[in-house]
T-cell receptor, first 115, second 117 residues
Framework: KAGVTQTPRYLIKTRGQQVTLSCSPI?????VSWYQQTPGQGLQFLFE???????NKGNFPGRFSGRQFSNSRSEMNVSTLELGDSALYLC??????????????FGPGTRLTVL | QQQVKQSPQSLIVQKGGISIINCAYE??????FPWYQQFPGKGPALLIA?????SEKKEGRFTISFNKSAKQFSLHIMDSQPGDSATYFC????????????????FGKGTKLSVKP
């Protein structure tokens, strides 16, 4: 079974631009979560999508948004990029069934650098 | 209330030794406590996880000890090997409150483990 794939793996943008990152979950997984990883703040939860609906949201500004498609693939968008948005963005997928402890599988991440 | 505090920040252990990483949490509603291992250039990978109704869980060389009253849990790596050198993250989540979602994991800041040959 293929793992979680994220594209692109590396991205360089300038301040003020916007960026879209893509995540393809493991086949059969319906839940996709996004995390931001930085040396200073560590791993922080951005949001989670399940069956095309945002199920949970972390404490990030509205510049960070996401969506999920009917095939469970997900995209996240960051508008008006700031230098502090430079980070590794990780996507994770689970089967997503309620009330169970399904393992969360992480992708390799997209390294975003904002200049 | 949502924090998970992890220590130490870095750890150097000799091959064959025991590596111990500790975490403390505040939110008593947390009901799922996983540990993740991350190698450079890779995403975190689940090592082992525990629920609060168990005090210890062992999988191979990895053991989680959980102290509900102290709101602490720890990872023990027995017979540490150079291949265990990685960054380890503890995490916590309130799965039942989020309709079964595991998405909202609260992570510790990580421990960089180096195992010397």
């Amino acid at each position: 079974k293929a793992g979680v794939t994220q594209t692109p793996r590396y991205l360089i943008k300038t301040r003020g631009q916007q960026v879209t990152l893509s995540c393809s979950p493991i086949s059969g997984h319906r839940s996709v979560s996004w995390y931001q990883q930085t040396p200073g703040q560590g791993l922080q939860f951005l949001f989670e999508y399940f069956s095309e609906t945002q199920r949970n949201k972390g404490n990030f500004p509205g510049r960070f948004s996401g969506r999920q498609f009917s095939n469970s693939r997900s995209e996240m968008n960051v508008s008006t990029l700031e230098l502090g948005d430079s980070a590794l963005y990780l996507c994770a997928s689970t089967q997503g069934s309620g009330g169970s402890y399904n393992e969360q599988f992480f992708g390799p991440g997209t390294r975003l650098t904002v200049l | 209330q949502q924090q998970v505090k992890q220590s130490p920040q870095s750890l150097i252990v000799q091959k064959g030794g025991i590596s111990i990483i500790n975490c403390a949490y505040e939110n008593t509603a947390f009901d799922y406590f996983p540990w993740y291992q991350q190698f450079p250039g890779k995403g975190p990978a689940l090592l082992i996880a525990i629920r609060p109704d168990v005090s210890e869980k062992k999988e191979g060389r990895f053991t989680i000890s959980f102290n509900k009253s102290a709101k602490q849990f720890s990872l023990h790596i027995m017979d540490s090997q150079p291949g265990d050198s990685a960054t380890y993250f503890c995490a916590a989540s309130n799965i039942m409150n989020y309709g079964g979602s595991q998405g909202n994991l609260i992570f510790g800041k990580g421990t960089k483990l180096s195992v010397k040959p």
